[in-house]
Every structure is written in C-alpha cells, then in structure tokens.
C-alpha cells in the first residue's frame, strides 16, 4: 500500500466516524481523579487540566507501551529514540522531560542514578494498568520536586466486583513481536486484590534512519517484563492495611554515536545493549478513618539496577534506591459552614535517596545519598453556587541544599447553574527542581561535580474554559505560562553544571469533542507551544518542542460486537540536534522536519467475554525522526485475542 493511499485509508475512515449515523459515546461527565488533589475529585471541580487515560481507551485503540498512551495525549510531546524499551522522554506543556513527575499509585519512580534525575517512560506496557492520569501545569506544592511541567500517576488495576475475575492478552506483530498477559483480579469479604504478569519481545527495527550511509539495518530489539500486584484488607469498618508490589525487567539494544574511523558518526552497533534495566516498587500500609477523619501510614522502596554492554563489556553499572515513609491525614466535610464538600489533606514525608556508580568506563565511580524531609497540605472545597477553591502549600528540607517553598492557588466557576453551560478556571503557583546527586557530586572525564548547585524554580499561571452549547458537543482552551529560572545547564568553560539558564513557555491547548449519538465520537485537539531558552524578544526555541500539534480521534461501535477507532496525529518541524545523511553532526539548533502518524485499531466481541483485535500504527509509513537521528517506527500491524471472565 502507498503512503498516499495509507493516508486516504486512515482520513477516510476518521471521515466516515463524522458522518456516522447512529448517535455517540458522549463525554462522561463527574469523572474521579486523584492526581491533581491526592483525594477522589471531580474533574470539572478542578483549576487544572487532567487527560485520562482509562483501560477501556487502552484496549479500543490497541495500545500496548504507556509511550504511545501518552503520545495521543494533549500537551503531551514525545520523544522515543526507538522501539519499546528504548530511551524515551516524556515533555509536558514545553517544559523539559526532567520536569515531568512519574508516579506508580503516586509512588515518587523519577531515577536517581539519571544524570538530570528524568523518568524514562519507555519500559512500561500497560497491562498491570487501570488508567493513567496526566496533570499538566505545576503540581510541586502537591508533590515536591521535579513537577514543574506535571504530572503522570500510573495508576494499577486492583479489586473488582466478584471473588475472581481472570483476564488476558495475547498478541503478535511485526518485527517479530509478542506480547502475553495474564492477571485476576478480585473481592473476597473483606480482602481484594490483584495480579497481573505482562511479557513482550521484539526484534525491533533499526534506529538508525534509512537515510543515513551508515545505516545496515541491523534491528534493535527489546524485552520487557513486569510483575505487579495488590492486596488490601479491611481489618474493620474503621481499619484497614494495604500493599502493594511491581517489579519491571527489560533489556534493549541500541546504537553508537561514535561510529567511524574518527569515532564521530551515529552508526550501527550490534555490540550495544542495556544488558538489564530493572525497577522494583513496594510498599506498605495502613488506613485508620473516623467519621470525616482519615489518616494514613505507609513506608516503601523504590529501588533500580541498569547495566549497558558493548561486545560483553559493561560501560555503565548503576544502582539507585530511594525509601520512604509517608503519614497522611484527610479531614472530609460535606458541609463546614459555608463551605460544602471541603477536603483538606495534610502530612509529612520522609525520604533517603542514594546512587551507586559503579562504571569501569568513561565515568568515575560516584556513591551518593541524602536524607529529605517535606510537610504539605492540599485543601479543596466549594464556596458558592458552583465555584470551587483549591489551595496547596508545601514545605521541602534537603540535608544538601536547604529548604523550598511551593504553593499554588486556584479556582473554578461552573454557570451551569445560571443555565449558562460554561465553566471558567484559573490557577496561579510555584514549583522547583532539585539538583540531582550526579549533577553535584558526579564526575568524569568532561565533567566536574558541583555541590553548591541551587534548586531550578518556576512559576506557572493558567486560565481555561469548557462550553456545551449542545448536548453532543463541547469544546474548551487553555492558556498557559511559564517561566523556569537557575535553570541547570553545563559550562564548557569550567567543566561544570551550573545555575545560569532561564526558560519563558506559553501557549494554549484548544479542544472540540463531538458525540454523534450514543454509539460514534470525535474529537480534535490542537497544541501551540512557544518554548523559549530567555524571555528575552527573538531568544532561540527549546529542543524538541514543537510549536505546533494536531491530533483528532473518533471512535465508532458499527455494530453491537464491532469496534473502530482510529486517530490521525501532526506534529510541526522543531528545533533539535541534526545529524546530515552521512551521520555526521551538523547543528546543536537545526530544524527537525514535522510529520503526521496515523492509527487504526478493530475490535470484534465474539461473545460478552472474549475478542479478537488488530491495531495498526504509523498506517501511511510515514519516514520521521523524533528525535532527530533516530528512526521511528515503520507501519506495523498487530492482532490479537483478550478476554476478561
């Protein structure tokens, strides 16, 4: 099939969603998320945006890496330098990938053995998942450091309405790739539970682009396993302890930058790898609830090992570990005066973090750790005839670099009742980033460490609206601003990270959602960002920021048992580090060319309990690069059977 037919294929099919007859899946409205206020709320309660991404839209759509989950998501840019299980960052509202928070269950998964301290979102499937929440806009007076650009909770699958209710997945595509998934999940008096395992290989494709003369297309190819499970039992009505365990092995190949016989050139290697990239998540808990009162207790580990090879030599042995107690208390009031449905949660934190770099090359070993602490509260409540406030105040002490203040204040005004289907919102705060141990403490060969680094600080603003002039339709926009200062960036002068970068971000988010009756949806979302180094007039775009971002989506049930869905992406050229068609470097700030990606998945029930699907990503083949000299993944098709009892 043609590229241009692949095209026509993919818009013909969004075209035929539009002009279906039968009505549409509406909106769901009072949707619950957790994220933005760490208790139960309604979304259109909120002074922020939150995408949802729940297991029904990740099984309509096929989607099996949480990477290509979040790609589709609004405000959302990301950057895969290949197939699953390579390097992949995940960017929010323009500000950079180590400003973007990763929580499991809102377990704090940020890595730090990262040189920046990033989240690399592309070694988790979404098998062991439920859904997952995306909170764009600072969120570090909530959840402490790295969220400036928000937040991302992975949120498990656990419990369910019977004593045992199996399910599973089997799958097979191109590049030789298979996926397996088998879990249960249940509620026995007063015990739930759930398990999952999840199992997927490749052989990958070559990141080295087709273009490029040193490309031989040698595959990259990857594993990636995860176990996780949960239990919670309730040991009275007022009592109740909790757990809960994920571990995620995977491995992958990569390729060189220094290639060639002068070692400059992005190449093929056959000799790379990431031998083993483990990450282990656990904790433990407990909940004590008294009429509004609740309190918790928990502590845990996040731990994780990762080894590179080349030709079976390790490059690179690092081990991280970060532990944690956290005591939390809710205070809930349906009515308090004159406020209705307030919540106010409040605790403390405790963590010790550590790095052990233990490299026989290119690195000088590093054994780091710090102890921080951390008091927070998060209040939220409605005052008036459908307005809502939201305030949260967090204080952070690190042994290392002192203490960080944050705070955000925000409300939202919903006119439905003045029979005015409009809801207006705004929310103003600050947020930070702290120097990571390897930035202060790191050294090699190029770089010295700096102990005396200052946290990165920003303060972001918002104003947005939503209005459902009619039932089947609704639509909104979100203007946002941000400026990031002490912004840590490296000195080839003095060998050195150092405190003297500054970021100016704004730009604004545009939805329309569309229900053509209760069985067929559309929805187009539209994305400009003006990501710049200084707020300076004319300063240079940040890296890998696209100005521009199209995405539309429709979703049609043609019949009681068939299911299509299909979406139709763009992203415009951004600045980025080029490499020419011989893999030699060219510009630290050139122009990366835009592209478009298509999906199209069915889904046919063969009885209430089992279907039969196939997905298909990038349908017109479409050549790109993002990031630059890394290939994208060409079409590929999958088919599967999945079944839930």
Known sequence: MSRISARLLAGACIAALAAYATPALAAEAGEIVVTATRTPTEVERLPARVEVIDREEIESKGLLTLADALRQAPGVTVASTGQPGAQTSVFLRGANSKHTLALFDGIRLNDPTAPNGQYDFGQDTLGDLERVEVLRGAASSIYGSDAIG?????VPRRGADKAFAPFFDVSAGAFESYRGLLGAAGTIDALSYGATVDAFT???FDQVPERFATHTGDKDGSDIRTFTGTAAYAVTEALSLDALVRH??????FDTFSGGPFFSLRADDPDLEIDSDDYTVWRVGGSLKAGGFTTRLSGGQVSNKRE???????TTRVEGERNFVDLTSTIAR???GFLKDAALTFGAQYSSESTDNSSTLFTNALSAEEDSHAVFAVGHSRIGAGTDMALSLRWDDNENFGSQTTYTVGASQDFSSFNAPVRLYASWGVSYKAPTLSERFGTNFFNIGNPNLAPEEGTSAEIGFDYAPLAALSLGATYFDTEIDNLIEYNFGSLQNINIGRAKIDGFEAYVRHAIGDRASLR???TFTDARATSSPGAPRLARRAPHAWSLAGDVRITENLRLNAGWT??????????DNTGDFVSGAGRNPGHDFGALALTYAVTDAISVYAAARNVSDTAYEDPNAFAGAPRSVTVGIRGTF
């Not at 928000?150 to 992975?154: A, F, I, T």
């Open 524 to 526: 187009l979302d539209y």
């Open 248 to 253: 995620r092995s995977s491995r992958a190949d």
């Open 202 to 204: 490749t052989d990958g």
């Open 308 to 314: 590179e090879h080349d030709g079976g030599v390790t």
């Open 570 to 579: 763009w992203t415009s050229s951004r600045v980025d580090v080029i490499y």
């Open 334 to 336: 349906h009515r308090l």
């Open 150 to 154: 928000g937040v991302v909770n992975l």
